[in-house]
């Protein structure tokens, strides 16, 4: 029974890890092709899901709300890289940095002006309930929710994965994340690539935006399970989609599988409460995991040639 618990334990995990590493790919999209860390990537992920909800409350049916959230989100990514980035593209990458924190708050300002600010279901259909024949035959309590929303995710992200690997554009954006000058003088249209790669990270926003919504509410907190992504790209590494694969993996299974061991052993050793370390966990990983390998399990080791 033990071992069974372990195992359920582990696979929830390792399905919210899915969840994690999509939401991860945004970030790792945006940084491979622009070098900027994009800040706003979990307000994105809040205001995809919010503006199906506003969609579905206006009336339109389910899918009419995520065909107009898609093209919200692509209009809004491609015109962020247009008048935000592109008017910065010389400026210091800390420039950049700040220009996505401000791009966050003006994304949590707006849309719950626009959408409402009000905590909402969001109903894909998809019923949150065990699935009967893991329940009957290995006494697991597995999501089916869970299953299907990690399914895919992992779709998604193999889908990405490939398009950026074995496509035209996927391979023009390998040559801009390199350098964007050599990229530039063999004739890559540079905004071309930063407004597809941006509008595909809405895209990403929009899915997660959905998942997370649908499972835990359409609610501001959303823009913190997006930055749950930070920790799985410490560990993947900023510029791989391996990497977001894998640290997404490491750190939805790690943070189940401590939530649930560790306060029991904490409280024997120290007394008091040890709850909600599935909130902290992630960030104590991720910051250990820097002290020993800063660059990440796939990122690329950094030489200054002096």
């Known amino acids: 029974r033990d ?17 994690y590493a999509l939401v991860a790919l945004g970030f790792v999209m945006i940084y ?7 800040f706003a990537q979990g307000a994105m992920v809040y205001m995809a899901a919010l503006s199906v909800v506003g969609c579905i409350e206006k009336g339109a049916p389910l899918w009419l709300a995520i065909v107009l959230a898609f093209g919200i989100m692509t209009l809004f990514g491609i015109a962020t890289e247009k008048f935000v980035l592109r008017k910065l593209v010389n400026q210091p990458p800390i420039a950049l940095f700040m220009a996505t924190i401000g791009l966050a708050f003006f994304i949590e300002g707006v849309a719950p002006l626009v959408f409402g600010s009000d905590p909402r279901a969001l109903e894909l259909g998809i019923v949150d309930e065990p699935l009967p024949w893991i329940l009957d035959n290995w006494n697991m309590v597995i999501s089916k929710f ?14 990405l994965a490939l398009f950026f ?6 391979r023009a954006l390998r040559a801009v994340a390199d350098d964007h000058q050599a990229a530039l003088s063999i004739g890559i249209p540079l905004q071309h690539i930063w407004a597809i790669v941006w509008g595909v990270a809405g895209f990403v926003g929009l899915v997660a935006g959905m998942m997370w919504g649908a499972r835990n509410g359409v609610q501001f907190a959303l823009t913190f399970t997006a ?11 900023f510029t791989s989609v391996p990497g977001a694969i894998v640290g997404g993996l490491i750190i939805g299974a790690s943070e189940k599988l401590a939530e649930i061991y560790i306060p029991p052993v904490m409280q024997d050793l120290f007394g008091g409460n040890f709850g909600g370390i599935e909130g902290w966990f992630p960030y104590v990983l ?19 040639r002096v």
Do not use: C, W
């Open 3 to 19: 071992m069974n618990f372990f195992f359920e334990v582990l696979i929830g995990g390792l399905l919210s890890g899915v969840m």
């Open 32 to 38: 491979k092709a622009s070098g900027v860390f994009n």
């Open 146 to 159: 869970d299953l299907v929303a990690a399914g895919v995710a992992a779709v998604l992200v193999a889908t």
């Open 165 to 170: 690997q074995y496509t035209r554009v996927g």
């Open 227 to 237: 930055l749950k992504a930070l920790p799985v790209l410490i560990l993947g590494g």
């Open 286 to 304: 991720a910051l250990l995991f820097l002290l020993v390998r800063p660059e990440g399990l796939f990122g690329e080791k950094h030489i200054d």
